[in-house]
């Protein structure tokens, strides 16, 4: 069981940065694969990032929209996740959401994941 609290957000301006935190409980955190979405209003939630256990080498991987402007990175001894977002859009407006897995494919889908936060919202002003 891993219960996932995020942090972090908040409005910006264009161009700007923010860094949202994904804080998780429970033992077995290090053996998830964790994974970043987002949910703007009237749509589907969306893949943002997703990062391996291990967090070695390529184990990163990013939705086309974010690749070059945005970082995950994880924490494993401090059961911690973020997601540094710099040169942010207004289109990156949304709620943006952690989630843990335990899969290793597909892992831009949202079924693939068993456990998610609450969220925190995102707002960039033009």
């Known amino acids: 069981q891993v219960q996932l609290v995020e942090s972090g957000g908040g409005l910006v301006q264009a161009g700007g940065s923010l860094r949202l935190s994904c804080a998780a409980s429970g033992r077995a955190f290090s053996s998830y694969n964790m994974g970043w979405f987002r949910q703007a209003p009237g749509k589907e939630r969306e893949f943002v990032a997703n990062i391996r256990w291990s967090a070695g080498t390529g184990s990163t991987y990013y939705a086309d929209s974010v690749k070059g402007r945005f970082t995950i990175s994880r924490d494993n001894a401090k059961n911690m996740m973020y997601l540094q977002m710099n040169s942010l859009k207004p289109e990156d407006t949304a709620v943006y959401y952690c989630?843990?897995?335990?899969?290793?494919?597909?892992?831009?889908?949202?079924?693939?994941?068993?456990?998610w936060g609450q969220g925190t919202q995102v707002t960039v002003s033009s």
């Open positions: 989630a843990a897995a335990a899969a290793s494919f597909f892992v831009v889908l949202p079924s693939r994941y068993d456990y």
